[in-house]
């Protein structure tokens, strides 16, 4: 008899832990959890502030990992950024504000596809995340940035441009309760980047609490990549 997906639901992946060594020498802890058969795409997760408490299992994150390989065919790829610490260890050296994190991007953009050979690749970035991927994932290999609750807090207008030139797609999924940055108010700071959708989200918050939040989350992920695995399934 099936069952209703949980926020505990954990569908069958393969899931790989690994470690990716820097360019100035850190090393990140993460995992990617592939799908049991063929993938129709991939997301490398850029996690919350770690100063308040963000990482690889912040719960969207760590949802996501749990279901999207079953449900959508989505290769879904997590790690901590320096100095953050879950259930998977510690990431070393220590927080940059959004500085050094460059070179976390960089080296987890490379390990995608040099070593696990991932195609469709998308970068998710959620809250401080959504920073790191405006200022520092601008490899051309991969197909653009879904950004969650973004605050704008350390990316500048001269960022926005650079992507507004680059013209890949950026969608932003914007909380109507968000703590930081309103779809209203978004839609002003991110006016310079012509290409970009800006998603409202009824009675949604920064934090994307609730089955109901993760379920629109996991759902604009996948509308994104795999199409044609919508509607996500609520049951097992």
């Not at 920073?131 to 350390?154: M, N, V």
Request: aromatic share 8%; charged share 25%.
């Amino acid at each position: 008899m099936p069952e209703l997906i949980r926020p505990s639901t954990v569908l069958p992946a393969v899931r790989i832990p690994f470690v990716v060594r820097t360019e100035d020498g850190i090393d990140l802890v993460g995992e990617v959890a592939r799908p049991i058969e063929a993938a129709t795409g991939s997301i490398l997760l850029l996690h919350p502030l770690p100063t308040a408490g963000g990482m690889m299992d912040s719960h969207v994150y760590k949802k996501a990992s749990n279901r999207l390989p079953a449900m959508a065919g989505i290769n879904v790829v997590r790690f901590n950024t320096r100095g953050t610490t879950s259930e998977a260890g510690t990431s070393t050296g220590h927080f940059d504000n959004a500085v050094s994190e460059r070179f976390d991007v960089e080296a987890m953009i490379n390990y995608c596809f040099e070593n696990l050979k991932l195609e469709n690749v998308w970068i998710v970035g959620w809250s401080f995340g959504t920073d790191l991927a405006i200022k520092f994932a601008r490899d051309k290999r991969h197909k653009g940035l879904i950004l969650l609750s973004p605050p704008l807090r350390f990316s500048t207008e001269e960022d926005l441009q650079w992507w507004s030139n680059d013209g890949r797609p950026v969608i932003a999924l914007v909380p109507e309760h968000d703590d930081y940055l309103k779809p209203e108010e978004a839609t002003k700071r991110f006016s310079v980047l012509k290409q970009i959708a800006i998603i409202p989200v009824e009675d949604a918050k920064h934090l994307w609490v609730g089955e109901p939040a993760v379920y629109r989350v996991l759902s604009e992920i996948t509308k994104v990549i795999a199409p044609q695995r919508l509607p996500l399934p609520e049951e097992f």
